[in-house]
C-alpha cells in the first residue's frame, strides 16, 4: 500500500491527504475485538504513517526513539517509555519526530465494547462518561506515573502479539485492558481534560442542564443560544464537538430515555408517556420509538410485564 509523505504544518481540513485505505483497513474480530500492531516506522515511506482514523480505540507505548503525532489543532512529540491513547474518530497522522532515528512503538487495538460491555453498565458510566471523553481525542501519558508504573506487567501482557483462542487468556487480557483503563481514566484522561476544557466543561454543563431542564417543551434553538451566549452556529458546532452528538439528536436521546422510565415505573397510557416526554404526537414517538429500541412502546411495556 502507497503511503506519502506530508510536511507539518499541513494545509486546512479539506485538503489533508486522508489515506481511506488505511481508514478501511482494520477489521477486528467482533467476537473478541482487539488486535495488537508493532511497527517500525523505517517501514513506512519517510518514516510516516498517513492520516487516517479508525472505529477503535488506539492505545499506544513508544518503545525506540521519539514519534510526533500530528493531530487538527497541534502535534504532540512522545518519547520513548511514554503513551498515547487516541480515541475512535480522531484523525492523525505519525512519523518519526527524527527522520534519521525512525522510531518504534506498539498498539494495542481495541472496541470501546471491551471495556463498557453494555450501554448504561457500570463501567460505562463510571469510566466512559461522554461528557468526559468527548472534550478531547487525544491523551499523552508517562510510563513513570506510579499507578501506570504499577501495571507495566499489565501493558507487557495485552502488547503480545498472540491470538486469544483460550477463553481464559481472552478473559485475563480483558480484565487487565480494563485495569488499565481505569489506572488511565483516573490519572491521565480525567485530568487532561479537566485542565484543557475548564470554560468548556462549565458551558457544556449550562447546555445540558437547560435542555434536560426543558426537554418537555417544544425545543426552540434560539432559545438556549440566548441561555449559554453564543450563536446559532457556534452553539451547534460547540455541541457536537462536546458531545459527538447533534443538540437534536441528544434531546431526542434523553426524552426516549425518560419515556423509558416512565414505560418502567407508571401505569400511564402511550400517548400519555408521549406528551409527558416531549414528543408531539403519539405517532412519532412510536415511531422513534421502535426505530431506536426495535419494538414499539406497547411491545416493550408488555414484554417488561411478563419479566415481572
Given at each position: 500500500?502507497?503511503?506519502?509523505?506530508?510536511?507539518?504544518p499541513w494545509?486546512?481540513?479539506?485538503?489533508?491527504?486522508?489515506?481511506?485505505?488505511?481508514?478501511?483497513?482494520?477489521?477486528?474480530?467482533?467476537?473478541?475485538?482487539?488486535?495488537v500492531s508493532?511497527?517500525?516506522?523505517?517501514?513506512?515511506?519517510?518514516?510516516?504513517?498517513?492520516?487516517?482514523?479508525?472505529?477503535?480505540?488506539?492505545?499506544?507505548?513508544?518503545?525506540?526513539?521519539?514519534?510526533?503525532?500530528?493531530?487538527?489543532?497541534?502535534?504532540?512529540?512522545?518519547?520513548?517509555?511514554?503513551?498515547?491513547?487516541?480515541?475512535?474518530?480522531?484523525?492523525?497522522?505519525?512519523?518519526?519526530?527524527?527522520?534519521?532515528?525512525?522510531?518504534?512503538?506498539?498498539?494495542?487495538?481495541?472496541?470501546?465494547?471491551?471495556?463498557?460491555?453494555?450501554?448504561?453498565?457500570?463501567?460505562?458510566?463510571?469510566?466512559?462518561?461522554?461528557?468526559?471523553?468527548?472534550?478531547?481525542?487525544?491523551?499523552?501519558?508517562?510510563?513513570?506515573?506510579?499507578?501506570?508504573?504499577?501495571?507495566?506487567?499489565?501493558?507487557?501482557?495485552?502488547?503480545?502479539?498472540?491470538?486469544?483462542?483460550?477463553?481464559?487468556?481472552?478473559?485475563?487480557?480483558?480484565?487487565?485492558?480494563?485495569?488499565?483503563?481505569?489506572?488511565?481514566?483516573?490519572?491521565?484522561?480525567?485530568?487532561?481534560?479537566?485542565?484543557?476544557?475548564?470554560?468548556?466543561?462549565?458551558?457544556?454543563?449550562?447546555?445540558?442542564?437547560?435542555?434536560?431542564?426543558?426537554?418537555?417543551?417544544?425545543?426552540?434553538?434560539?432559545?438556549?443560544?440566548?441561555?449559554?451566549?453564543?450563536?446559532?452556529?457556534?452553539?451547534?458546532?460547540?455541541?457536537?464537538?462536546?458531545?459527538?452528538?447533534?443538540?437534536?439528536?441528544?434531546?431526542?436521546e434523553y426524552?426516549?430515555?425518560?419515556?423509558?422510565?416512565?414505560?418502567?415505573?407508571?401505569?400511564?397510557?402511550?400517548?400519555?408517556?408521549?406528551?409527558?416526554?416531549?414528543?408531539?404526537?403519539?405517532?412519532?414517538?412510536?415511531?422513534?420509538?421502535?426505530?431506536?429500541?426495535?419494538?414499539?412502546?406497547?411491545?416493550?411495556?408488555?414484554?417488561?410485564?411478563?419479566?415481572?
Open positions: 500500500m502507497q503511503r506519502g509523505c506530508y510536511n507539518w494545509k486546512p481540513m479539506d485538503t489533508i491527504p486522508v489515506d481511506n485505505e488505511l481508514n478501511s483497513l482494520l477489521r477486528l474480530n467482533p467476537e473478541f475485538p482487539l488486535a508493532h511497527d517500525n516506522l523505517s517501514s513506512y515511506k519517510n518514516s510516516f504513517v498517513n492520516w487516517h482514523k479508525q472505529g477503535f480505540i488506539e492505545l499506544s507505548v513508544v518503545t525506540e526513539n521519539m514519534v510526533t503525532v500530528n493531530l487538527l489543532n497541534h502535534q504532540e512529540r512522545i518519547e520513548t517509555g511514554e503513551g498515547f491513547l487516541i480515541l475512535p474518530g480522531i484523525l492523525h497522522s505519525i512519523r518519526s519526530s527524527e527522520t534519521e532515528c525512525p522510531a518504534k512503538y506498539q498498539t494495542v487495538l481495541f472496541d470501546p465494547c471491551m471495556l463498557t460491555g453494555f450501554r448504561g453498565s457500570y463501567f460505562e458510566k463510571n469510566y466512559y462518561k461522554p461528557e468526559i471523553i468527548n472534550r478531547n481525542g487525544f491523551f499523552h501519558f508517562s510510563m513513570d506515573c506510579e499507578s501506570l508504573f504499577l501495571l507495566a506487567d499489565d501493558f507487557h501482557d495485552i502488547f503480545q502479539d498472540i491470538y486469544w483462542e483460550d477463553v481464559f487468556l481472552k478473559n485475563q487480557i480483558h480484565q487487565k485492558l480494563q485495569k488499565i483503563w481505569i489506572a488511565l481514566w483516573d490519572n491521565v484522561i480525567v485530568f487532561q481534560a479537566n485542565k484543557a476544557f475548564q470554560l468548556d466543561d462549565a458551558r457544556l454543563w449550562k447546555m445540558i442542564d437547560f435542555l434536560q431542564t426543558n426537554f418537555q417543551k417544544k425545543f426552540v434553538l434560539d432559545d438556549l443560544c440566548d441561555y449559554v451566549n453564543l450563536s446559532r452556529s457556534a452553539c451547534c458546532r460547540y455541541f457536537r464537538r462536546m458531545m459527538n452528538m447533534s443538540i437534536s439528536e441528544y434531546i431526542l426524552r426516549l430515555s425518560q419515556a423509558i422510565f416512565l414505560l418502567d415505573n407508571t401505569d400511564g397510557s402511550i400517548t400519555e408517556v408521549a406528551l409527558q416526554t416531549g414528543f408531539s404526537t403519539t405517532s412519532y414517538f412510536i415511531s422513534i420509538f421502535k426505530k431506536k429500541m426495535l419494538l414499539t412502546p406497547y411491545e416493550y411495556k408488555i414484554r417488561n410485564k411478563e419479566k415481572i
